[in-house]
């Protein structure tokens, strides 16, 4: 098979997905779908691209077995997100019913954005919850939280785990981002998302979330941070490219003036050329001129390592 050709079709998938484009030829071998499949499970994208799967006419869709297994995934996906905006909305209730502000961050905040908002792969649900690191464990040594406390978890220095209904991990943020790996743009980065996490908005799925100004830097130095330390996937670039979708020109122009003091620029740049390679974004939405020799380094880690590098054949501490 050949490698580009095939990567390229997987894009063209993914692009009439997530409504880039329109509907075309799309004329794949048995063999070709099979491999479409896997590199969709291995991205954490099953269920979005499931979208174009069911909109192709009959004579273009996958082998049978391929397209029954990809629709049972989907309803599966399809399920967990129903699951998880009800976990989500009934923490926000019980914080708040115990005089803390919450807000959604990342997964269930970002599937809202999609055409299909259950399409989205969820991993866990992430919670920011105010108050700061001392006084957010202490409340999870309260009722009904310390039921839900996971012995062998131990709190990092951001956030603290706790299991809800199906054994669902929740990861309890006491500090709305996960830093980066210089202290001096990291401390001044935190500085500010602690200052923007404070500007939540309730959402009809019955939780609150974040601003997308935060959500785009926290985001992008979440995807820095995990691509340093073991690799990122294809998810969270879709992701980004809903939060700059659903941005203001302000937003993103009050994103772009931080990213070089946030130690965000060269990611920004490599990021805004894989959203153009992948997804074909406008530019009018980017927050900075794409950087190909760090794109191109980027989108062949993302495609290699596959969703957080768990499919990568390397091992990521070498990255410095």
């Not at 809202?112 to 649900?125: M, Q, T, W």
């Not at 974040?210 to 992008?220: D, G, N, T």
């Not at 990611?267 to 001129?289: I, N, S």
Request: charged share 20%; glycine share 8%.
């Amino acid at each position: 098979m050949d490698a580009k050709r095939n990567q390229e079709q997987f894009f063209q998938l993914l692009r009439l997905s997530m409504g880039v484009t329109e509907q075309g030829d799309f004329e794949v071998t048995a063999e070709n779908w099979q491999w479409l499949f896997e590199t969709a499970a291995c991205q954490g994208l099953t269920g979005v691209c499931n979208g174009a799967v069911s909109q192709l006419p009959d004579n273009q869709k996958p082998p049978l077995e391929i397209l029954i297994q990809w629709l049972y995934e989907a309803d599966v996906i399809n399920g967990k997100n129903e699951l998880f905006n009800q976990e989500s909305a009934r923490l926000t209730k019980l914080f708040g019913d115990a005089g803390r502000r919450s807000a959604i961050l990342k997964g269930q905040a970002n599937a809202r954005l999609y055409p299909d908002k259950f399409s989205r792969a969820p991993g866990d649900i992430d919670i920011w919850v105010e108050g700061g690191q001392e006084s957010v464990l202490a409340l999870l040594q309260t009722e009904p939280f310390v039921a839900m406390t996971g012995e062998k978890h131990k709190p990092t220095s951001y956030h603290a785990h706790i299991f809800v209904k199906n054994k669902t991990k929740v990861d309890v943020h006491f500090s709305p981002g996960t830093g980066n790996y210089n202290p001096f743009t990291n401390k001044r980065m935190e500085r500010w998302l602690n200052a923007e996490i404070l500007n939540i908005e309730s959402v009809e799925e019955g939780f609150n979330v974040p601003s997308v100004r935060f959500a785009l830097v926290m985001q992008m130095s979440h995807i820095q941070c995990h691509f340093v330390r073991e690799g990122i996937g294809l998810r969270q670039i879709c992701d980004y490219y809903w939060l700059l979708r659903n941005s203001s020109q302000e937003d993103r122009q009050v994103v772009a003036d931080c990213l070089k003091g946030f130690g965000l620029r060269q990611m920004a740049g490599a990021l805004m050329w894989v959203l153009d390679e992948m997804l074909q974004m406008d530019r009018a939405l980017m927050l900075c001129e794409p950087d190909s020799y760090r794109g191109e380094w980027l989108l062949r880690e993302i495609m290699d390592g596959g969703n957080f590098g768990y499919y990568a054949q390397r091992q990521y501490q070498g990255m410095w």
